[in-house]
């Protein structure tokens, strides 16, 4: 059977209490779909809230700690995202790894972390555009993929569930309006694909891959009828709930 695509908005730090009103849209928006899965990941402070009233999507974190809990002053574990309501965590954005110096092993440490304690995985990877220009793409991606994806039995389990999910994001195209071509999208989710095929076995098939940054209702409908692209994952589009339901909307179009 075809995977449902998978239509995620990354807050980032953006949001308050206000803005939960364009959570509210959307999870009332989300409601009449049967065939996308939407979720959203706010920051922190407005999750629990967020979990407390959506009952149409998911909601999600943007990072977690390695450990369940313990002196990490800051940090915020896969545990407590578990308990308050929390049904994934995205992992390794590209902006993590740049601002916090995030490697492939932390990474992969904090993506299993989440699948211990419950809660589904979204494993970010991407090239800068000094990699694109260098011609590494795919082989920058590929290392980021066996270095950080999750591994083993839970892995395979969450693989198997849905709970897997890896977002093609490449640097260059996030909050710039530049989006990448659709033959290169292609190309680097059949490589990613085949790569996680390799490190999962058949589980592997079930991981869907989406494509992030610079993704709008314009662009939507083209990149999610791409094969091999099951999903986005959205920056600035999700933050309204106009512009964030028009990219659902395409991916429905782009499923029926
Ligand atoms: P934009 O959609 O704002 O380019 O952000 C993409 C992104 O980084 C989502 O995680």
């Not at 065939?35 to 407390?52: D, G, H, M, R, S």
């Not at 209702?217 to 600035?236: F, I, K, Q, R, Y």
Request: charged share 15%.
């Amino acid at each position: 059977m075809a995977q449902q695509p998978y239509i995620v908005g990354n807050w980032k730090m953006n949001g308050s209490r206000a803005m939960l009103a364009e959570a509210r849209a959307i999870d009332r928006g989300a409601h009449r779909v049967t065939t996308v899965q939407v979720a959203l990941a706010p920051p922190f402070p407005l999750i629990a809230l967020l979990a407390e009233e959506a009952s149409a999507i998911g909601v999600g974190g943007q990072d977690c700690h390695t450990a369940i809990k313990g002196a990490h002053t800051g940090d915020v574990s896969a545990a407590m995202l578990a308990d308050i309501g929390a049904g994934f965590v995205i992992v390794g954005h590209s902006e993590r790894r740049r601002d916090h110096d995030e490697t492939d092993a932390l990474v992969r440490e904090k993506a299993q972390a989440a699948l211990a304690a419950g809660i589904g995985v979204i494993v970010c990877v991407g090239e800068t555009l000094a990699e694109r220009d260098g011609g590494h793409a795919e082989t920058v991606v590929g290392r980021q993929v066996t270095g950080s994806l999750p591994l083993g039995d839970a892995a395979i389990e969450a693989a198997l569930h849905g709970n897997l999910s890896i977002a093609y994001e490449p640097v260059w195209a996030i909050g710039t309006g530049r989006v990448a071509a659709v033959a290169d999208v292609i190309a680097m989710h059949a490589a990613i694909g085949a790569r996680v095929t390799d490190l999962l076995g058949e589980a592997g098939s079930k991981v869907r891959i989406l494509y992030g940054g610079s993704v709008n209702g314009d662009n939507a409908a083209e990149l999610l009828a791409a094969p091999g692209v099951t999903g986005a994952l959205v920056g600035g589009a999700s933050l309204a709930a106009e512009t964030f339901l028009a990219i659902v909307g395409a991916a429905i179009k782009a499923n029926s």
